[in-house]
C-alpha cells in the first residue's frame, strides 16, 4: 500500500510544490504589454478630459439653465395694456380685470393623457376640445411647463373650473380689454387679439396694431420653487408687471360721435348701408375724426363673450371689417378738379380769364366708324366758364379741355392744348395720390393712377384721349382713398401745405410732407372757386351757404358699376378764410349724386362751429 504525502501550506497557497515550482519557467511581461496599456489610459484619459471640456464651459449655461429648471420656473404675468385716450383725455380703450386658465403639465399624472382632462375644460368653457388640444401640443416644453389654455373667461367660469379639483389647471388674474362705444372707434382704434404663442393680448388691427409695443407695456414673472418630485412648494414675484403707456390721439370723441350718428343716419334715410366720414386739422394734419361704415364692435375681437359673434362679421357681405376710410380706393370724381385746375394754371394751359363754352357734351370723331362720335357730356349744359365757374359749377366740358385738350374740328370748339396724362399723372404723384400716406394706421391703400402703357398691356387697347378725358374729371381708372383726398383738399385750405394725416402727433408729423405756399396766384383761384361752389347760387355745394360759418367746397359724383351706381363725394373746410377743419362725406352708391353728401357735411359743420369754433372769437369767418 502507497503511502500518501502530507500537503504543505504553500503548497495549498502558492499551487503547486518545490518540485512542481522548479520545473515551471517564470517570465517578466513583454515591453508591447506595457505600452498598449499605457496608450489605452491615456485614451480614456482624454476622452474623460474632452467630455469635461465640452460640458463645461461651453454647455455649462445650458446644464444650469435644465437645472434650475427643474428647481424653479418662471410664469409670465400680464401687463395691463395701456389706455387710449382722444385729444381732450376721454377714454376710448382701457383694460379691464379677468381671468385665464394654464395648465401645468408637471402636475400631470404619469401615464394620464393630457386629452381627458382638457375636454373636462373645453365644457366648461364652451370650447371645442381640439382647440385646447392644439394649444397643449404647440407648447415648447423645453421653455415652460406652464401652458395658457384660455383667456379673459367669466368669474362664473373660473369658480366652475376650480370646482373641479384638478391640480393641473390653475386659474390666474389677468386682463381684458374693453373698447368704450365700440363701434364708433373700431376704425380708428381696431382691435386685439391673443398671440398664438403665449395668448397674451397683442394689437392686430388699427393703432391697437400700430402701437402695440407702446401699449403693451412690460410683462412681469414669477417663479414657481419645485421640490425634486417637481411640484411646487413656494412662489415669488421676481419682476412686477409694467403696464403700457397711456396712448393720446388725436381724434376728438364728442366730433366723432356726432359725426357717426349723422352719417348712420343719413345712409339710413338713402335706404343705404355705406360711406366714410373724415376730419382733418389742415394747419397739422392732425386727424379729427375717421369713420368708415358699416362699423362692428371692437369689444367683439377682445372679449371672449362675445366671439359667436366674429364668424358673422367675417362673413358679412357688407365687409364692416374692411376700413373704407384708408383701404377703401374710389374714383373721386368732380372732387378730384381741383387739383386739375391747380396743374392746368400752373402749367400755363389755361390763363385766370380763358373761357370754354358747355355746350353739355363734346363729341370726339370715331375713325373707324364716323357716323357715330364717341360723346362726352357734361351734365348740364353751362355757357361759358372760366377756371373759377368751372369749379363752382363743377363744369366737365372745361376740364376735359384742360386736361385733355380739344382738338379742331370737334364740333363748337376750337383747339386748344391739354395737359395730358402724363403731366396729370405727374402732378397726382406730387399730391400723394397713387402712394401710402403714411398715416399710423394699418392696410392702407395706395390707389391707382392711370398709365397708358398699363392699359395697353391688360386690355389690348392704345391710350386714346378719351381716357385722358375721363382721369380729367375723376373717372376711368382713376383710383384714390378719401385719406388721400381729404389730405390733398386739407393741403388748399392750409395755403399750400401738405400734412402726412396722423392719429398720433410726433416730431415728423409737424412738417409738411409737400409746401407749394409759393403758388399763391394758382391757389387763390382755386380757393375762390371751392367758395363760390358754396357762395354763388349755381355752386353744386350751395346749400351750405347759410350756415354761421363761410364754407368753401367741392362735390364729385363718381359713376361705377358700368355706370349704373354712382359715388357721391364732398370735401371742403371751414372757415374758409381761417380753416379749422377739412372734411370728407363719402356716401357709396347714393341715389342722387353728391347732394346725398353735402347735408351730412353741413349738419357735421354746424355742429362743429357751435361746439369748437363759436367759442374762439379770433378765428376770421
Not at 372679449?303 to 364668424?311: G, I, M, Y
Amino acid at each position: 500500500m502507497k503511502k500518501r504525502r502530507e500537503l504543505q501550506f504553500d503548497e495549498v497557497v502558492f499551487g503547486g510544490s518545490d518540485a512542481d515550482r522548479a520545473r515551471s519557467l517564470e517570465l517578466p511581461p513583454s515591453k508591447a504589454t506595457f505600452v498598449l496599456v499605457a496608450v489605452f489610459i491615456a485614451a480614456l484619459l482624454l476622452l474623460v478630459l474632452g467630455r469635461i471640456l465640452f460640458l463645461y464651459p461651453a454647455q455649462a449655461a445650458f446644464y444650469a439653465a435644465r437645472a434650475n429648471a427643474n428647481a424653479h420656473e418662471a410664469v409670465i404675468v400680464p401687463a395691463r395694456r395701456g389706455v387710449i385716450t382722444d385729444r381732450f383725455g376721454a377714454v376710448l380703450a382701457k383694460s379691464k380685470s379677468s381671468f385665464s386658465v394654464v395648465m401645468d403639465v408637471t402636475r400631470l399624472p404619469r401615464g394620464e393623457h393630457p386629452e381627458v382632462y382638457l375636454a373636462q375644460l373645453a365644457e366648461i368653457l364652451g370650447l371645442d376640445p381640439a382647440v385646447l388640444t392644439e394649444a397643449f401640443y404647440k407648447t415648447d416644453f423645453e421653455k415652460s411647463s406652464v401652458v395658457p389654455l384660455a383667456r379673459n373667461i367669466t368669474s362664473e367660469e373660473a369658480i366652475a373650473v376650480d370646482g373641479l379639483n384638478i391640480p393641473v389647471f390653475k386659474v390666474i388674474d389677468d386682463f381684458e380689454r374693453e373698447y368704450v362705444k365700440g363701434p364708433i372707434y373700431a376704425s380708428v382704434l381696431g382691435y386685439v387679439g391673443a398671440d398664438t404663442v403665449t395668448k397674451l393680448p397683442v394689437g392686430k388691427t388699427g393703432v391697437e396694431a400700430v402701437y402695440d409695443d407702446v401699449l403693451r407695456g412690460l410683462d412681469g414673472t414669477s417663479l414657481l420653487y419645485r421640490d425634486a418630485r417637481g411640484k411646487v412648494f413656494d412662489s415669488r414675484v421676481t419682476q412686477d408687471p409694467e403696464p403700457g403707456a397711456t396712448l393720446k390721439l388725436t381724434i376728438d370723441a364728442d366730433l366723432q360721435e356726432y359725426f357717426y350718428d349723422r352719417m348712420r343716419a343719413g345712409l339710413r334715410s338713402l335706404g343705404k348701408t355705406s360711406g366714410v366720414g373724415l376730419a382733418i386739422d389742415p394747419k397739422t394734419g392732425e386727424i379729427l375724426s375717421l369713420i368708415s361704415l358699416p362699423s362692428f364692435d371692437s369689444n367683439v375681437f377682445a372679449q371672449k363673450a362675445l366671439s359667436d359673434d366674429r364668424t358673422a362679421l367675417l362673413r358679412d357681405p357688407l365687409k364692416p371689417l374692411f376700413n373704407r376710410a384708408v383701404s377703401g380706393a374710389y374714383n373721386p370724381g368732380s372732387a378730384i378738379k381741383p387739383l386739375v385746375a391747380l396743374a392746368a394754371l400752373k402749367e400755363g394751359i389755361v390763363t385766370p380769364e380763358e373761357q370754354f363754352f358747355s355746350a353739355g357734351f363734346i363729341e370726339v370723331a370715331n375713325p373707324y366708324n364716323p357716323d357715330q362720335p364717341s360723346r362726352f357730356v357734361d351734365w348740364k349744359a353751362h355757357g361759358w366758364v372760366d377756371v373759377k365757374s368751372a369749379l363752382a359749377r363743377s363744369s366737365n366740358i372745361y376740364f376735359y379741355a384742360v386736361g385733355g385738350g380739344l382738338l379742331n374740328g370737334q364740333k363748337n370748339y376750337r383747339g386748344h392744348a391739354g395737359l395730358g396724362i402724363a403731366k396729370l399723372r405727374e402732378y397726382w404723384q406730387k399730391f400723394g395720390f397713387g402712394q401710402k400716406t403714411g398715416v399710423d394706421l394699418t392696410a392702407e391703400n395706395s390707389g391707382f393712377l392711370p398709365d397708358p402703357d398699363e392699359k395697353e398691356k391688360r386690355t389690348g387697347q392704345i391710350w386714346r384721349i378719351g381716357d385722358t378725358y375721363n382721369a380729367s374729371i375723376g373717372q376711368g381708372d382713376l383710383l384714390v382713398t378719401p385719406l388721400q383726398l381729404i389730405a390733398f383738399t386739407a393741403s388748399i385750405a392750409s395755403g399750400g401745405r401738405l400734412y402726412r394725416p396722423h392719429l398720433v402727433a410726433s416730431a415728423e408729423s409737424t412738417s409738411p410732407v409737400l409746401d407749394y405756399s409759393s403758388w399763391t396766384n394758382e391757389l387763390a383761384l382755386v380757393r375762390e372757386g371751392m367758395e363760390d361752389a358754396v357762395r354763388k347760387p349755381y355752386g353744386t355745394a350751395s346749400l351750405l351757404y347759410d350756415l354761421p360759418m363761410f364754407v368753401a367746397g367741392k362735390t364729385g359724383s363718381a359713376q361705377f358699376a358700368n355706370n349704373t351706381k354712382t359715388n357721391a363725394f364732398f370735401v371742403g373746410y371751414a372757415p374758409a378764410h381761417d380753416p379749422r377743419i377739412a372734411l370728407l362725406v363719402l356716401v357709396e352708391d347714393a341715389k342722387g349724386g353728391s347732394l346725398n353728401a353735402v347735408p351730412i357735411a353741413k349738419e357735421v359743420l354746424a355742429w362743429y362751429y357751435e361746439h369748437r369754433i363759436a367759442s374762439s372769437p379770433d378765428i376770421k369767418n
